[in-house]
């Protein structure tokens, strides 16, 4: 695997001509890559102290709309700058992209310097500073699920996203066979990652026609995210160039199972596993017992960054391996958290909630808050789910609806001491946008069930 560059690797490849443009990129509400393509010599020059980008960036919807409404900007305002800190950390070549290489930024206020709160890599940034003021580092890892397409994305759009074929015709979960057919896209997905520094473990095949899967190995909490957004670009970047459209929504068809992108996550003191105890059921330590209970109780608040739109609540059914109910169990896919690498150092909770639309940086950022509060707490954890948790009754419920995820984000005490009035009256805005922007819509059920016969 290729480490990301250094600045000195970067000069050098300017000089060698094998580096002429610079891809300086930060992070989104909806996490996508947003940013400005800098010639190599102009980022070296002055882009690698800071550069800036209208402050709209963290007050849009879905399809780039300036919204009204939000206190951090507004057309009253005059919608401002943000400052964009390059983190050298982060650079990379982009080996799809002929002579690029790519930077993630921090944002910052364009006048006093400070972290911009509603920033989503700022709010995993704070808790994770949380986490290492408690002597704790915590360590994740992200699936990412997605679905690719016959034909590209402009057909697709040009057909009014109608008539939808994929890749695969048939259900592909582990095939070998099947996913050979898609090798052509999902080989340079893995190498180019491979190659910036992502450490891809592997790509297969998932429980629907056309549907993948690729894995990451685990890092510490920022770097996570980090390569789950970069790697959800890539797909889409490379699956484009081989003329095919790829898919991250939740769910894209009524009778077609949805996309997720679960969380494992673990905390670390030094470089032992702080979740692990020899002695323990399970060999769960008493700080993940309490960690895990922190998961369970704030759930409901929590899922509106793991469930951001409409759409994502189409996902949760049952007997579709997303789950309806916040149980954790012991290897139970049919529960909200599953207790993974029982009786091994390598034990850790998997959150099943967050669907493939997720913004990594919030998802994560959410679990870390509800955890280590948990912790904070000294909250007991109940025991675990045996069985088909679908069924149970006296199992609490994932919010099933995007106005139910409002009411319980917007309502909660411990996110508003987490991360601030501002930043959760900011995104629960956003999503009573979305909310507000679907409720206008007339939809294709609408018109075929009552056109006539209403």
Known sequence: MTAPLTLDDLKNAARAGEIDTVLVCVVDMQGRLQGKRFHVSNFLEHAIEETHCCNYLFATDLVMSTPEGFASTSWASGYGDYVMKPDLATLRRVPWLEGTAMILCDVMDHHTHAPVPESPRQMLQKQIARAEAMGLTPMMATELEFFLYARSYDEIRHSGWRDLETLSPYNQDYSIQLTSREEYVMRPVRNHLYAMGVPVECTKGEAEHGQEELNIRYAD???????????????????????????????????????????????????????????????????????????????????????????????????????????????????????????????????????????????????????????????????PAQGDVYGMDDVP????????????????????????????????????IEQEDFDRAVTDYELARGFERA
């Open 221 to 383: 909490a920022l770097t996570c995210a980090d390569h789950h957004a970069i790697s959800k670009h890539a797909v889409k970047e490379i699956a484009h160039q081989q003329g095919h459209g790829a898919t991250f929504m939740a769910k894209w068809q009524a009778d077609k199972v949805g996309s997720a992108a679960h969380i494992h996550q673990s905390l670390f003191k030094g470089s032992e596993n702080a979740f692990y105890d020899k002695d323990g059921a399970h060999c769960m330590s008493q700080t993940m017992k309490h960690y895990v209970a922190g998961l369970l109780k704030y759930a409901p608040e929590v899922t509106l960054f793991m469930a951001p739109y409409i759409n994502s609540y189409k996902r949760f059914a049952p007997g579709t391996f997303a789950p309806t109910k916040t149980a954790w169990s012991v290897d139970n896919r049919t529960a909200g958290f599953r207790l993974v690498g029982e009786d091994t150092k390598g034990v850790r909770i998997e959150c099943r909630i967050p669907g493939s639309d997720m913004n990594p940086y919030l998802a994560c950022a959410a679990q870390l808050a509800a955890g280590l509060a948990g912790i904070e707490e000294k909250l007991e954890l109940p025991a």
């Open 397 to 432: 419920d994932v919010p099933n609806t995007l106005r139910a995820a409002i009411d319980a984000f917007a309502g909660s005490d411990m996110l508003r001491a987490a991360f601030g009035d501002g930043v959760i009256e900011h995104f629960a805005h956003a999503a009573r």
